[in-house]
């Protein structure tokens, strides 16, 4: 535990006071700071460049530490300021069920100070983590688990992503493309998550577990070990399935004033990915959350709509025809395990597009005969058209990593096909929102919606 705890705190020190747990002397044994003694972080960067008897990381925790009294408040304020997740609390939490999760960190203390470096590196994903924690305590409400069970469920959902602490922070912050090998060292933070865990005493194993495995997916095309099947836990699909819809809300649905509920239909199109009770709990969730209210729709706008979701479908059509090209030409090998992942994963986009009708000829030409002319009822069908390919495009661009990791690591013929394929994805621009319907989207909040 020492050697993850001693790169937290260079992480983090220098930007937090801190406290010294020993007494930290120079190298000729005279005391500069006492056991319990506040570092503060100018004094830190002196200690830095002085030479001491004790590694100075290896001497320190942090001063303000997060607390599972902290957990809580955050949780509820995270709650209360939006007013998807205020719906659902008002139906299912029993407030004593979820103080009683939050205090049962008390049984690992080291985690109040991993839980600070995350908070304070990764401010955004460490809220994510807590209403990610939330909502699986919900569902644990709604199946009727057991308070031990909640608090496992809980417990695995808040920490399910801080492996990501001890990832690279230019890998981990980068805004464009990861290339293959920064791939690759992203697919570990699971992995990391899982060993380090294993040093904290009590840690229950089937937390660990569902850590290990929040990004398998069920066909076999997640990582890190592709699972498939029952191989993978439950509670790990579970807190993989909350996390993505959490981020899908956070990032396209809320800055537009929209409901938790319109992230529906993309679950749906991937119920094939998972088993009926971790599925079953979360659509009642979403259900819970009422959907977003249009306002009137100009003709103007609802063309742009239709537009853009039509150049989206062209954007996918032309991606799916190189990808489906390059698969047809391939013969996999079973211990091309790489290769046959990307097969698998290709089968799976095959899957939901097949499954969703989106690229049915008949409805792309419909799609393009529309005028604009028409009501809310034609704006909510186009909407869930251009969610859904949403989705498509998120898992195309899953697909791009795998290729792009491939690509850059062989140099055989199949590399050379996914190269062609991650050149064409990387110079083939993303429909543009027109800013008419960024507008219409915003302005709902005008109307309290
Ligand atoms: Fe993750």
Redesign the pocket.
Known sequence: MKKYMKHLYALICGRVDLIATVDIENDKGYPIVKAGGLITTELYNDLRTSTLLVSLEEAVCFSNKVSSDNIYRKIKKLVESDSSFLAIDEKFNNSNGLKKCCGSLVAYPVLDEILTAFSIEMPQLFDQSLVSAYLAYISCVISKKSQEESEITFLAALM??I??LFISRKVRNKAGCLTGSEWRQMQL??IIAYKMLKYIKGFPIEARKAILD??ENMDGSGYPSSKSGESISDLGLLI?LL?DIIAIYRKKFRPLNRSLNDVYPIVQMNTHSYPDEVLSDVLQILKEVEPSVNKDIDVDTLRDLIEYTYQQQLFINKLMDIIGQIHRGIIVEDNDKDVVKLQRDYDNLSVVIASSGLQESSYIEWLHTLNGEGSSQLYNEIEHTRLMLEEVIYRVNSFYNSASAYSSKYSNEIAVKYKVFVDVYASTIYPVVPSSLENYWNSSSDRGV
Request: hydrophobic residues 10%; glycine residues 20%; negative net charge.
């Open positions: 399910h992503d492996g990501l933070h699971p929040h990004h993989g996390d």
